[in-house]
């Protein structure tokens, strides 16, 4: 079955570190994009590709970094840079040029120890 | 960012209410959707709406596009204890960037 795969389910990071969350999807969707969920606060879109080998920021960019090497994969790396990164982090894929949404992946709490 | 605003915030109901919910928006949307979000899962898509006025049912739940556009209305009916979680409506604008904006959600939770 197709589907979108996050992981790992949870993360835990140290102060100071880089950690990467990682996207796969086999849907042979164009577009992926990332967002940070908050508690009270909704979807916060970080980054998105649409097309492969380019990207674009979101909302939130700013201690966060992409690639889009292959159609498939939208990795998510959380640099030291950003300040307050523990939260749930959302993978969403989607068809371009046709209103049907975005198929969502399962999610990666990231929390800082 | 923009979001959009969706109400209620949360709201807690006894099971076999009615439960209704809204999203609205400052600009006019292409395309409104729906998606439920269990505790600790991604979001999964429950209705999707392209037309001012459209009326739209997915078992107990009906959506509706506002005639304005600038709107959308969710209803579930006979609510049960699996109901739970948090909706979101996300919209498309007229931009032609193909993304979508996503409401601040609405935390509902179904008393037995």
């Known amino acids: 079955d197709g589907g979108i795969t996050q992981s790992p389910k949870y993360l835990f990071r140290k102060e100071g570190q880089n950690v990467t969350l990682s996207c796969e999807q086999n849907?042979?969707?164009?577009?992926m994009y990332w967002y940070r969920q908050d508690p009270g606060q909704g979807l916060r879109l970080i980054y998105y590709s649409q097309i492969v080998n380019d990207f674009q920021k979101g909302d939130i960019a700013e201690g966060y970094s992409v690639s889009r090497e292959k159609k498939e994969s939208f990795p998510l790396t959380v640099t030291s840079a950003q300040k307050n990164p523990t939260a749930f982090y959302l993978c969403?894929?989607?068809?371009?040029?046709?209103?049907?949404?975005?198929?969502f992946g399962s999610g990666t709490r990231l929390t800082v120890v | 960012g923009q979001q959009l605003n969706q109400s209620p915030q949360s709201m807690f109901i006894q099971e076999g209410e009615d439960v209704s919910m809204n999203c609205t928006s400052s600009?006019?949307?292409?395309?409104w959707l729906w998606y439920k979000q269990d505790p600790g899962e991604g979001p999964v898509l429950l209705i999707a709406?392209?037309?001012?006025?459209e009326l739209t049912s997915n078992g107990r739940l009906t959506a509706q596009f506002g005639i304005t556009r600038k709107d959308s209305f969710l209803n579930i009916s006979a609510s049960i204890p699996s109901d739970v979680g948090i909706y979101f409506c996300?919209?498309?604008?007229?931009?032609?960037?193909?993304?979508?904006?996503f409401g601040t959600g609405t935390r509902l939770k179904v008393l037995a």
């Open positions: 996300a919209g498309q604008g007229t931009s032609g960037t193909y993304k979508y904006i």
């Open positions: 709406l392209y037309k001012a006025g």
């Open positions: 969403a894929s989607s068809i371009l040029r046709q209103e049907i949404g975005y198929t």
């Open positions: 600009s006019i949307f292409n395309t």
């Open positions: 849907l042979n969707h164009d577009a």
